[in-house]
């Protein structure tokens, strides 16, 4: 018997989301958050849901919003392994000097770690978790590498659980989607296409990149969401005769999507993080 929950970082850690998978006797984490203190409430959250530490500390990508603050998690869990997909530790390695001095600059020191600790590469298509005693096994398939918001996504599929832990393939209908990396009608399709082959596992539960606090999961919301996005962008960006920025397709996307909606409030906050969050 499986269980997966989730827990959204604060918005300054840009409301990304980290999911704990439980079984009556283990735990397996994936994504953790960005900036120090939301790593301090993601570990009473484990600590609140299961005795057992994780046996493993998976990501899905390598943008620090899914990993950069692990250092006080692993410190907790000295036994979890911590991995990553062999493409998403290249590309952590290629930019890892990088994207720390850019993000203690932005974010300060006390948010983001000096050192944040890398995951070791996991050249596998599947975890097996849990097993002892008498219990079932329960299997975590990894797929990918799949298009999101960057080249080297991983989309973890349970299907015991029949829940897909999306990374930033999905992203939950409070907010945004990173499209930045999006700079070809290539990655565009691709992406689309990911949508559609999470859509053909029939999931109930999809845990989508990031998401709002105070927001519920909805698996066809959040795909509905991240598709009509998608496709704004394609006849705004990527297939306009003239082109708008990235800069202005968001704050265009905000009124065209949501000006109506009680999303509102929120999806300004998301614009803002977002505006603030483009290259400079
Ligand atoms: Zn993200």
Redesign the pocket.
């Known amino acids: 018997m499986i269980q997966t929950h989730h827990h959204p970082s604060s918005t300054k850690g840009?409301s990304?989301l980290t999911t704990l998978l439980t079984t009556p006797t283990s735990s397996l984490l994936i994504d953790p958050p960005f900036l120090l203190p939301d790593a301090l409430t993601t570990l009473t959250w484990i600590t609140s849901l299961t005795p057992h530490p994780p046996t493993a500390i998976f990501l899905t990508h390598h943008?620090p919003?899914?990993f950069f603050s692990a250092n006080p998690i692993l410190s907790a869990f000295p036994s979890a392994k911590f991995y990553a997909s062999p493409y998403v530790c290249t590309r952590i390695n290629n930019e890892y000097d990088e994207k720390i001095k850019y993000w203690r600059s932005v974010l300060g020191e006390e948010l983001v770690p000096a050192m944040p600790r890398r995951p070791e590469p996991y050249p596998f298509s599947f975890f097996v978790l849990g097993g002892k005693e008498d219990e079932e096994e329960v299997v975590v398939v990894l797929l990918g590498p799949v298009q999101g918001?960057c080249v080297d996504q991983t989309v973890f599929w349970i299907p015991g659980a029949k829940t897909v832990v999306a990374g930033?393939v999905v992203f939950g209908r409070s907010g945004h989607v990173?499209v930045e990396e999006l700079e070809s009608p290539a990655l565009l399709e691709a992406w689309l296409k990911t949508l559609d082959m999470i859509e053909q596992l029939h999931p109930v539960k999809i845990i989508p990149?990031?998401m709002e606090a105070g927001w519920e999961l909805n698996a066809e919301a959040d795909l509905a969401h991240t598709r009509r996005y998608l496709r704004l962008f394609g006849e705004k960006v990527t297939y306009a005769p003239e082109k708008l920025g990235v800069r202005e397709f968001i704050i265009d996307a905000n009124s065209v999507l949501y000006c109506t909606s009680k999303q509102s409030p929120h999806l300004h906050d998301s614009k803002k993080y977002m505006l603030n969050l483009l290259r400079r």
């Open positions: 840009l990304s943008h919003d899914h918001d930033d990173w990149g990031h």
